[in-house]
């Protein structure tokens, strides 16, 4: 089992920044790739950015990328979503998720989800 706790959500203006983490506990956190998730209000929760288990390999979803970037340190058990020139549309709950690198990207496929941590972009 891995435990995923997510933190650094909140209420920002259109055009600013925010970065979240995710504290994992549990089993080998450098075993899993890692990734972000969004769910909108009435909308499916959809893959935002992966990362391989090592951080060497990362991917977006077109809507984020240049203004999102996710990283990791597997010494403190962490990933983090770097966020920046933020939209109205990025509003949503942001989950992490751990799995495998090619499998990640479904939501069907993920592994370990964490509970969720809200963003407010306001315009």
């Known amino acids: 089992q891995v435990q995923l706790v997510e933190s650094g959500g909140g209420l920002v203006q259109a055009g600013g920044s925010l970065r979240l983490s995710c504290a994992a506990s549990?089993?080998?956190?450098?075993?899993?790739?890692m990734a972000w998730f969004r769910q909108a209000p009435g909308k499916q929760r959809e893959f935002v950015a992966r990362?391989?288990?090592?951080?060497?390999?990362?991917n977006y979803t077109d809507a984020v990328k240049g203004r999102f970037t996710i990283s990791r340190d597997n010494a403190k058990n962490t990933v983090y979503l770097e966020m920046n020139t933020l939209k109205s549309d990025d509003t949503a709950v942001y989950f992490c998720?751990?799995?495998?690198?090619?499998?990640?990207?479904?939501?069907?496929?993920?592994?370990?989800w964490g509970q969720g941590t809200q963003v407010t972009v306001s315009s």
């Open positions: 998720a751990a799995g495998s690198y090619r499998a990640i990207a479904d939501r069907q496929q993920v592994m370990y």
């Open positions: 549990g089993r080998t956190f450098s075993a899993y790739a």
């Open positions: 990362i391989t288990m090592t951080g060497a390999i990362t």
